[in-house]
């Protein structure tokens, strides 16, 4: 006879039990109750104000039987969201009446009961959150019974939601200037009454970070007209161009959506759809974009519950213009994941496209046993797969990756069609690498697959990263490259004379002498390492004035005043999140075009890190001034890597 359970809390009992400063662990599960425990997880345990906030309540069966559970379809009655002084937050809507299911737990095995959508847009169950401190919980109230039995622990998290400073990125380009007159920009051709454009409220964007298109539809006949939302961001519909009139790849994948009818008074606007172009088309790089939209053919009428016996009739839904606009370059911080996905389409073989879609949540599982890391999801398929070949037969030959920042953890997870077993492959500059199976027909058309991906995304051996002693829970580690490093010597030197310091083996100071010249290429760099060993989000700067190359050894080539190799600025407190760990590279050239002649031989290299200058560092004057870097969290301390032998040779 199967046991049936709900997950209930009082939430009462569970604030006079816990303060909010209580330390929640993160992934922790509550202890057995008749067999079964319950976790609730946020998607990130800090959240910049704004970002989707998420969470995962799961069970965990450690019977030998399997294990019916309760739980309800709409979950809005039981979830609450406290603030750090207690007050529970209204939701958007009424709690729904009793609307319990089942789902069988396996012996043995971990469970997702269900996902909650706690705050983002008007889909959420919250209204957005303001900056502070937060406890999510879900149960029931107390001795409420499913079927005569008892009920499993109650589950809760906490999370905290911050305000971070902008326009930090001092070296960064604007966004160009605001469109402050649409009517600026042309519709399309008008057709049945109806026209239709696509603008931005500016002309030029930043890499990096989102580009924002609205699609706009206008009623210019003198009757009420209907049409169907259509698909525009969706499934590659909008026709999106580079410079030189390439189509630029869309990578947004298969999606199914709600085409509601809509009405247009005579000289009505309305938007047809917004939304960040990056998300769904891989504009990558700085350059000249285009964009715009074919059009949709009307339905017709059709019977829908709603409009009674039939919906009036639609409309043909006309082109739009074509809007041009501009990609800057930036030294911004862009998602690894999504540089990954830069190299990938950058190296894929003719016939194969890339299919993935932007993590609406923080947190996927990179594998059927593996645990809830941040993560993106990659598939590789044939763009022709061959004539009468059907849609699954196709994906049957497709090849699915995942990238996350994190390394996961092997999980007794039940069996889940949607997430293949996948082994994990190795670590390197754009995060851990997981791979599936390769199908077999996918084998066949592309037989070195396995390779390729490692040396695309670098995947490195793991002795080849030399780590600090942890310090606080976090550790920075060092690459040894593979190969040796280049310099190239400038020929016919002209210039005036460099001067560095002599040095003997120990370091000494011994005097000082001139030099000509040369230049490290761009390639020539350090990897450089962060991992965060804590269960909480900590902040760290790229600042370049708070790292610093040491280059040692006979003949000591460092110039007078120089200050040492320094990241690509990126100003701002950048998170790093528990288990996570990031590639900084690091340009030996620093901020010198020209060096001093560097002889070929071995030398010895060392990075530190002092944010120092970052805390010092202040915004504004008098009452407006603010320390950006002192948010909570941020890391603190000073720490190096070790020392590494590097070969440098001319080419």
């Not at 599936?436 to 995947?459: M, N, S, Y």
Request: charged share 25%.
């Amino acid at each position: 006879m199967k046991t049936v359970r709900t997950l209930l809390l009082n939430p009462v009992c569970l604030v006079a039990c816990l303060s909010f400063a209580d330390e929640l662990p993160r992934n922790a599960w509550t202890p057995p109750i008749d067999g079964l425990s319950t976790r609730l997880i946020t998607d990130r345990d800090v959240y910049e104000e704004g970002q989707y906030v998420w969470a995962f309540l799961d069970v965990r069966n450690s019977t030998g039987q399997p294990m019916d559970v309760a739980y309800e379809y709409q979950p809005e009655k039981r979830l609450r969201i406290l603030t750090a002084d207690g007050k529970a937050l209204k939701p958007r809507k009424a709690p729904p009446e009793e609307n319990l299911r089942t789902k069988t737990a396996p012996p043995g095995k971990h469970t997702c009961l269900t996902v909650f959508y706690l705050c983002g847009n008007q889909y959420a169950y919250f209204e957005p959150l303001k900056p502070g401190d937060y406890r999510v919980v879900w149960g029931a109230e107390p001795g409420q019974s499913a079927n005569g039995t008892r009920f499993a622990p109650s589950a809760e998290a906490t999370f905290r939601v911050m305000r971070m400073p902008k326009d930090l990125d001092r070296e960064a380009p604007a966004p160009g200037p605001p469109m402050t007159n649409p009517a600026s920009v042309p519709w399309g051709e008008t057709k049945g009454g109806l026209r239709t454009r696509v603008r931005a409220d500016t002309g030029t964007f930043v890499d990096g970070k989102p580009i924002a298109i609205i699609f706009e539809i206008e009623n210019v006949s003198d009757r009420v007209l209907y049409y169907h939302v259509p698909q525009i961001f969706e499934n590659g519909r909008a026709k999106v161009l580079d410079g030189s009139g390439k189509p630029v790849r869309y990578t947004g994948g298969s999606v199914q959506t709600k085409n509601p009818l809509c009405s247009l008074k005579p000289g009505e606007t309305a938007r047809l759809a917004e939304g960040d172009l990056s998300k769904s088309y891989c504009v990558c790089g700085p350059g000249t974009y285009s964009i715009e939209w074919p059009g949709q053919r009307a339905w017709g009428a059709t019977n829908i519950e709603g409009w009674g016996e039939a919906e009036p009739a639609d409309s043909d839904i006309p082109a739009t213009n074509r809007f041009v606009f501009k990609v800057a370059s930036t030294n911004a911080r862009i998602d690894p994941r999504e540089k990954a996905l830069r190299v990938l389409i950058q190296h894929l073989p003719p016939k194969w496209e890339i299919e993935t879609s932007a993590p609406v949540c923080n947190l996927d599982r990179p594998g059927a046993q593996w645990s809830r890391v941040p993560a993106q999801r990659y598939l590789l398929q044939l763009e022709n797969p061959g004539e009468n070949v059907t849609k699954e037969e196709a994906h049957l030959a497709s090849i699915c990756l995942f990238i996350t920042l994190s390394r996961a953890v092997e999980e007794p997870w039940e069996s889940d069609e949607s997430v293949p077993p996948t082994e994990y492959i190795g670590f390197g500059p754009y995060g851990h690498l997981y791979l599936a199976a390769v199908p077999e027909k996918a084998l066949k058309q592309w037989p070195t697959i396995r390779e390729d991906l490692k040396e695309w995304l670098q995947i490195r051996d793991p002795a080849a990263i030399r780590w600090s002693e942890p310090v606080d829970g976090f550790s920075i580690g060092i690459e040894v490259p593979a190969s040796p490093i280049i310099f190239e010597p400038v020929k016919d030197w002209s210039g005036p004379p460099l001067i560095i310091r002599k040095k003997d083996a120990s370091g000494r100071e011994t005097g000082m002498r001139s030099n000509a010249g040369g230049r490290w290429p761009e390639t020539s760099v350090l990897n450089v390492y962060l991992s965060n060993l804590t269960e909480k989000t900590i902040f760290w700067s790229a600042d370049g004035e708070v790292w610093t190359i040491s280059f040692f050894g006979p003949p000591n080539v460092m110039p007078v005043h120089w200050p040492g190799g320094r990241p690509m600025p990126c100003h701002g407190p950048i998170s790093l999140g528990p288990g996570e760990q990031h590639c900084l590279q690091v340009p030996l050239r620093g901020s010198l075009r020209i060096w001093p002649l560097v002889p070929p031989g071995e030398y010895t290299v060392m990075v530190s890190y002092d944010p120092k200058w970052s805390l010092d560092t202040v915004i504004g004057n008098g009452n407006e001034s603010i320390h950006p870097y002192d948010v909570p969290g941020f890391w603190k301390g000073v720490i190096e890597t070790p020392r590494i032998a590097i070969q440098v040779k001319h080419p």
